[in-house]
């Protein structure tokens, strides 16, 4: 336990330091000031606007960056089906791999653009090489770099006053892949590779097991796409065992780099959005916010695993903390990787989820119902904890707007955050954007529940069948793209509907979200004094936190209740239930 | 139309015998226009049985109010009326499928036993109608203010002078009365419609829309005192009023629409709040649409009589039923203040002003020099100063000599009876520029020191002048005491600021607002009135059109300003400013450009302007947090009752969520019942704190949020689930559970 807590201590501090350092320069960049790799790359950002005819002093109102973004996004998207269809005529294809079905290539390419990474596939068995690095590793660099844009831009909607224009977002496209993704995975790729994961582009390696069967192992460009996998908070496997396959992530401190990636531009972007708006620590109230729910939801997590499954006693697993005098993890095992235990996984589980990264180190459909509850509440208030790169930022600020306005009103103000009064239209594209993730959730969820074919795809019946689809959809939308598994997704129902699910969870979220800055940055920006709700300090911290729980709460908790809730009494009833039964 | 021409109004019209000079002078034009006329006694001021603020004071739930409330909400469950409220539109559409339900059930098609389905509809159809209550009172507390203005506005005749000639009068209505048409009245009579006085001198009173007994003097090309208003009246000598308002349109007539609501308009915030609550309404009708399929996976498949009971607790009823009615009682408040605002928007603005620019003179000072101070010369005792100061001034009717007689009444001396007898008054003029009064050869006088320097008989001491140096740099004025020649000492005579106004500047820092003092005074005396009021900043040496600079300047740096001002030089600052609170004694000039009035003119309402106007936002606020707070109790009472049988045809046991079941709920419609009752019945309760609006105290934002999140956050947790415990606890007794 005390280990434990030391290990979570280590690891937020670690996080506080390197955000700030990150948001230091993220700020500078994104403000058009010189950083120190400027001199070095200056000249290529130059070169790209020259081959690709942006103006780099251009800047556009809300809708112009709308539709770049979007154009951006669908070109993507056509590009990437393109080429998962076509991949046996492409190059780097040594297992000789087929064209993709369509509907699982559409599934997929939609999945890499909106940054959420479900994996409906074998990447061992269904992707070439190309496919990988050129189909989908790119995505993970621009669906980042996108959701990076689209917070700046919010931002500067904050940060400005009385302007229609919001930014340029090919310049800030550019600028956050350059300046930001390709140098920490250039360097991150290099420690990896040093920890003895895979970057090659060879053919898979046969071997024969002990137990004398031949067994295929995969080879490919592992390094470069674990790093962005998680700093861009994609968290698509190049594995299908993903974080815990012991190529993609071999060690403890492999984890903790992993972690930290995944956490540290969401967390940096929190500083940059205090320093944009000329204040550090409105960025460090926000950081606190998203920091104080990770560490609960870690506590919960943890501690209901910790606790261990009775029903696992009963089998006659030990879950101690000691066997015969030697530490063993204790607990509820199952789903987890021994050379990470209990907490690493735990930590690793929540991260993923509070962000939008969804790469997995454990089984998250083998922990207890209230260790399960947590990863699939924190992608069901919208990834705000830390959240993904950008759409963290950007859904936090969201809720934001609506506790501010909330808060406003009780101390008799027109409510206003940052000096921006927060009128009609403000509030009309946060709701609009709140309603976006709940309507998609919980109405596909409501459609699988009663359709014949979704349920034939459950592995499990009753409350916890019923998690499965909720977390398949909960991570479709938010962008996640992290498998609760026990679920075959591979099938028209899921491959079609969480195409649609991550489609919606991503771009209808956006674009009222750009809708927001562009008004944000035409009003004028009000003067603080005293009659003005402070948002630094503690109380603005737990009114935030209560507005994102409560609202949250609200929306999932009867469906939850038919889930994990009920899941848990019924594990500690000692219920078991079996499909078909 | 009736023509008749009449007789010059000097012989036609019977005069007041209290009138100055007897009758006929008064009732002729004076030529000069400027003899003031005398006051008549009091005994002939007209009550003010009209006025807004002499209405009866109503009682909250007044059955005079309340009877035609009750009908009025039967009248608004017009689902075209609900349209406006999305939140009760659902629940009148949830009452009435769960009437077709109960009908379904009675004719024997029934899922839930029908007492429980009734009960449910009856419920909803109360809660529905208590919104509907709260919106009608709100709306009758202004109906009764408007009638009793427009028992006022009933029908006058009006005299008017057929191409601006005295002698031929023709008698019209005054609703038929035009702009630019001249009309003569005459003591007695009601003034027609809004107007500007072009001749005459005459009192008038204006208690009927101010209340303010004490009849004002009206003279025309003073600016100010030359506009009158339809609806008061006249009560000495005769005016001619030039007509300035369109017929509607007088002052009268926007007082009525106003307080009627008949102009109401959702305000800016108000469609903001709605937007969040309908975005609210939204998620719960997916959470709950949702529900029937998951709960059918589950096997514990909800009824749409309960499905509908859960949609109803969950949406925000209850701010969605009291927000018409807080905003129209936050206009009531202040018209029960005597302010009326032009729009919904100043209110809400009154609430978010960082700067109040404020006049020195009339709002911060009394505006006329008051005696603070006797200073003596050496050799003279401060007793002595006072009595030959109060000797020197009992003759003098300035606001100054009455001010020097009472502080030397506060110093224990008295004016014995008759001590003006034979005594000789010498009054100031501009080339003594001195007064007093010479008894028995004996002079007392009191005047500017160098007037008094020339009429010593003995040298000036020079304690007395370093005194009145000293006085002077502070801003103030010294006046020399001089008794037979000798000077006796200084009064110090200093511009007086009004008691309390300190603590309210400090109020208004608390709360974040920072006063800015505009006077035309010089620098020096501008600091020590600074100082002393407490004002966070000052303009010295302003002229009118510094104001407008001021605002802009404020407002360029993101701040709200509110003002106050009554003359037409005023106007382009009032219309500058968020907040314009015009005098009722200005210009029409000034009340135009203003989007408040104040009808007692008093220009430190402001301050209880600002507070009504956060009261407004606040109340909204709170019950917005009561309500979403109240959700997660009815959470607790429904949910458990609803899934009692999941996953029991899979082999589970039922009940397993009983553990929810916090608040122990005798039955499952028990329970669900015991929430939609108690969510129609806080609606009820909380009509009080929508119409008074809630407690406002000035303290900082962080504070006061902490506070209100207390009362209505953690209240609005708790408060729910005692209430249908309590419900529940009546229901199992009276045996329907």
Redo the contacts between chains.
């Keep these: 336990m005390v280990l434990n807590i030391a290990m979570l201590v280590v690891f937020i501090a670690l996080l506080v330091g390197l955000s700030w350092l990150l948001g230091t320069y993220m700020a500078r960049l994104f403000s058009g000031e010189r950083v120190f790799l400027s001199p070095l790359l200056q000249p290529v950002e130059r070169g790209i606007y020259r081959l690709t005819g942006v103006n780099e002093a251009e800047e556009m109102r809300w809708t112009t960056y709308t539709i770049a973004m979007l154009l951006f996004n669908v070109g993507g998207l056509l590009l990437t089906y393109a080429i998962l269809r076509l991949q046996q005529v492409l190059p780097f294809n040594p297992q000789h791999l087929g064209p993709v079905e369509p509907r699982l290539a559409f599934n997929t390419a939609v999945s890499f653009t909106t940054n959420t990474n479900w994996q409906a596939y074998y990447p061992e068995t269904t992707m070439s090489y190309f496919s990988q690095m050129v189909g989908l590793a790119v995505h993970n660099f621009t669906s980042a770099a996108t959701g990076i844009a689209i917070a700046i831009a919010l931002v500067r909607g904050f940060a400005r006053r009385t302007t229609r224009e919001i930014g340029n977002f090919w310049v800030d496209l550019v600028r956050a892949t350059l300046y930001v993704l390709l140098p920490i995975c250039l360097v991150g790729t290099l420690v990896l590779v040093s920890r003895g994961v895979p970057q090659n582009l060879d053919a898979y390696v046969p071997t024969t097991t002990l137990a004398g069967a031949t067994q295929w192992l995969p080879m490919g460009p592992m390094a470069s796409q674990e790093i962005i996998k998680e700093l861009g908070t994609n968290g698509g496997g190049f594995l299908n065992a993903n974080s815990a396959h012991p190529f993609e992530n071999p060690t403890p401190l492999t984890n903790l780099i992993e972690m930290l990636a995944i956490l540290v531009i969401a967390g940096a972007l929190a500083v940059t959005f205090g320093k944009m708006v000329g204040n550090i620590r409105q960025g460090w109230a926000i950081f606190a916010a998203m920091a104080i729910l990770l560490v609960v939801g870690i506590a919960v997590t943890t501690i209901a695993e910790q606790s261990g499954n009775p029903l696992l006693s009963h089998a006659g697993a030990s879950q101690a903390t000691t066997v015969d005098g030697s530490p063993a993890p204790g607990g509820n095992m199952e789903g987890k990787e021994t050379r990470f235990g209990i907490a690493a996984s735990t930590l690793w589980a929540v991260i993923t989820t509070a962000t939008s990264c969804g790469a997995v180190n454990s089984m998250h459909d083998s922990y207890t119902p209230l260790g399960g509850l947590i990863p699939l509440a924190n992608i069901g208030l919208g990834e705000v904890i830390f959240g993904g790169v950008g759409s963290g930022l950007y859904g936090i600020l969201i809720c934001a707007v609506?506790a501010i306005?909330?808060?406003?009103?009780?101390?008799?103000?027109?409510p206003e955050y940052l000096?921006k009064k927060?009128?009609?239209y403000?509030?009309?594209m946060a709701?609009?954007a709140?309603?976006v993730i709940?309507?998609t959730i919980?109405?596909f969820?409501?459609?699988a529940?009663?359709s014949g074919d979704a349920l034939a795809s459950r592995f499990n019946?009753?409350?916890h069948g019923?998690t499965e689809i909720l977390y398949a959809f909960t991570s479709a939308t938010g962008n996640n793209g992290s498998a609760f598994a026990g679920i075959n997704a591979n099938v028209p129902f899921y491959l079609i509907g969480q195409g649609f699910a991550m489609l919606i969870g991503r771009f209808l979220f956006i674009v009222p979200v750009l809708a927001l800055a562009g008004n944000l940055a035409a009003k004028?920006?009000?003067?603080e004094?005293?009659?003005?709700?402070?948002t630094t300090?503690g109380?603005w911290v737990g009114?935030l936190i209560?507005v994102i729980v409560?609202?949250g709460?609200?929306?999932y908790?009867?469906?939850y209740?038919?889930g994990p809730?009920?899941e848990q009494?019924?594990m500690h009833?000692g219920?078991t239930?079996s499909l078909g039964? | 139309m009736q023509t008749n021409t009449r007789p010059a109004p000097a012989t036609a019209t019977p005069t007041p015998a209290e009138t100055p000079g007897g009758g006929a002078t008064a009732a002729t034009f004076p030529v000069d226009g400027r003899t003031a006329p005398e006051l008549p006694p009091r005994d002939d001021w007209p009550s003010s049985g009209g006025s807004l603020k002499k209405a009866p004071k109503r009682g909250l739930f007044d059955p005079e109010i309340v009877r035609p409330a009750l009908v009025d909400s039967l009248r608004k469950l017009d689902p075209r009326h609900l349209a406006r409220n999305p939140v009760m539109l659902i629940v009148e559409i949830g009452a009435a499928i769960t009437t077709v339900i109960f009908v379904r059930n009675l004719l024997g098609h029934g899922v839930d036993p029908t007492w429980f389905v009734g009960w449910i509809a009856a419920w909803l159809w109360f809660t529905v109608f208590f919104a509907n209550f709260a919106e009608a009172m709100a709306e009758g507390r202004g109906k009764a203010q408007a009638d009793t203005l427009r028992k006022m506005r009933s029908e006058t005749m009006a005299k008017v002078m057929v191409g601006g000639d005295r002698s031929r009068i023709e008698q019209r209505a005054s609703s038929a009365l035009r702009p630019g048409d001249l009309v003569l009245v005459e003591a007695g009579d009601i003034i027609p419609s809004d107007g500007e006085v072009i001749d005459g001198v005459a009192y008038v009173s204006e208690a009927a829309i101010t209340g303010e007994s004490a009849p004002v003097l009206k003279e025309p090309g003073t600016d100010i005192a030359s506009s009158v208003t339809g609806g008061t009246q006249i009560i000495s000598d005769a005016l001619v009023i030039r007509i300035t308002a369109e017929p509607g349109k007088t002052f009268l007539d926007r007082m009525i629409a106003l307080v009627e609501g008949a102009q109401r308009q959702k305000t800016?915030?108000e469609?903001?709040?709605n937007?969040?609550l309908?975005?609210?309404t939204?998620?719960?009708l997916?959470?709950?649409?949702?529900?029937?399929?998951?709960?059918?996976?589950?096997g514990?498949i909800g009824s749409t009589t309960v499905l509908i009971a859960?949609l109803v607790t969950?949406i925000p009823t209850t701010i969605g039923a009291l927000l018409s009615a807080i905003g129209i009682a936050g206009m009531d408040r202040l018209v029960q203040r005597n302010v009326l605002a032009m729009s919904g928007r100043a209110v809400?603005?009154a609430?978010?002003v960082?700067v109040l620019l404020l006049d020195k003179t009339g709002t911060i000072t009394f505006g006329a020099r008051q005696a603070a101070e006797f200073i003596p010369v050496p050799g003279v005792t401060e007793r002595e100063l006072a009595t030959a100061a109060l000797r020197s001034s009992l003759a003098d009717d300035t606001p100054e000599g009455k001010s020097i007689v009472a502080l030397a009444e506060s110093l224990g001396l008295a004016t014995e009876p008759g001590a003006l007898e034979g005594a000789e008054l010498v009054p100031f003029t501009a080339e003594t520029r001195m007064s007093g009064i010479r008894l028995d050869g004996h002079a007392t006088m009191k005047g500017a020191v160098d007037a008094i320097e020339r009429n010593a008989t003995s040298p000036i001491p020079p304690a007395l002048h370093e005194s009145a140096n000293r006085i002077g740099a502070e801003g103030g004025t010294p006046l020399a005491v001089i008794d037979d020649g000798r000077p006796l000492g200084v009064i110090y005579l200093k511009d007086t600021v009004k008691p309390g106004i300190r603590e309210r500047f400090a109020d208004l820092?608390?709360?974040?607002?920072?006063t800015i003092m505009i006077t035309g005074d010089n620098p020096l005396t501008a600091t020590t009135i600074a100082r002393e009021a407490g004002v966070d900043d000052f303009v010295a040496q302003a002229k009118p059109e510094d104001k407008i600079r001021i605002i802009r300047d404020q407002q360029a740096?993101?701040?709200?300003v509110a003002m106050t001002g009554d003359g037409t030089n005023d106007a382009p600052a009032l219309a500058q400013a968020d907040v314009g609170v015009a005098m009722n004694t200005g210009t029409a000039a000034a009340k135009e450009a203003g989007n408040m009035v104040d009808l007692d003119s008093d220009p430190t309402k402001l301050i209880e302007i600002v507070a009504i106007?956060?009261?407004?936002?606040?109340t909204?606020?709170?019950l917005?947090?009561f309500s979403?707070?109240n959700?997660?109790a009815k959470?607790f009472a429904i949910?458990p009752a609803m899934?009692l049988t999941?996953?029991t045809a899979?082999?589970?046991?039922p009940g397993?969520?009983a553990?929810?079941n916090v608040m122990r709920l005798t039955s499952p419609h028990s329970a669900i019942l015991a929430a939609i009752i108690f969510n129609a019945l806080i609606i009820i309760a909380l009509i009080p704190l929508a119409l008074r609006g809630v407690a406002?105290r000035p303290m900082?934002?962080?504070s006061?949020?902490?506070r209100?999140?207390l009362i209505?956050?953690v209240g609005g947790l708790v408060a729910p689930f005692v209430g249908i415990k309590l419900i529940d606890l009546i229901l199992t007794a009276v045996g329907l559970s």
């Design positions: 609506i306005f909330i808060a406003g009103l009780m101390v008799g103000r027109t000096g927060i009128e009609q403000d509030v009309k709701m609009l709140l309603l709940p309507l919980l109405g969820s409501g459609a529940a009663v019946p009753a409350a019923l004028k920006r009000a003067t004094t005293a009659g003005t709700f402070p300090g109380l009114l209560g409560i609202v709460a609200l929306t908790f009867p469906a209740t038919l809730v009920i009494f019924q009833a219920e239930f039964g | 800016p915030n469609i903001a709040l937007i969040l309908a975005g609210l939204i998620i719960f997916i959470v709950v649409v949702t529900l029937r399929p998951i709960s059918q996976y589950a514990a859960l969950l809400e603005a609430g978010d960082d820092r608390a709360m974040g607002i920072r740096d993101g701040r709200l106007g956060k009261q407004l936002l606040m909204r606020g709170a917005t947090t979403i707070a959700d997660v959470y949910l899934f999941a996953y899979e082999g589970g046991a397993r969520l553990a929810l406002y900082s934002a962080a006061l949020l902490r209100n999140l209505y956050g």
